[in-house]
């Protein structure tokens, strides 16, 4: 699995998917564990929407 996620993206996703894990934690919803998508995305390195659409962050 080739990396398609650039180091901005990779930021932002890690920045959303906590805000998304809390806002969801202080509104008692399960709905939060929406925010596992982006931080799992970022931490992998690995979109699978990415190729679809023809997009690559990763600039290497």
């Known amino acids: 699995m080739l990396k398609n996620i650039?180091?901005?993206d990779k930021?932002?996703?890690i920045v959303l998917g906590i805000a998304i894990l809390?806002?969801?934690?202080?509104n008692h919803s399960w709905w939060g564990l929406l925010?596992?998508?982006p931080l799992g995305t970022?931490?992998?390195g690995y979109c699978?929407?990415?190729p679809l659409v023809?997009?690559?962050?990763?600039?290497q």
């Open 48 to 50: 699978p929407l990415y």
């Open 35 to 37: 925010g596992l998508i």
């Open 22 to 26: 809390m806002i969801g934690y202080m």
């Open 6 to 8: 650039g180091k901005a």
């Open 54 to 59: 023809g997009v690559n962050t990763n600039k």
């Open 42 to 44: 970022a931490l992998l």
């Open 11 to 13: 930021i932002i996703r």
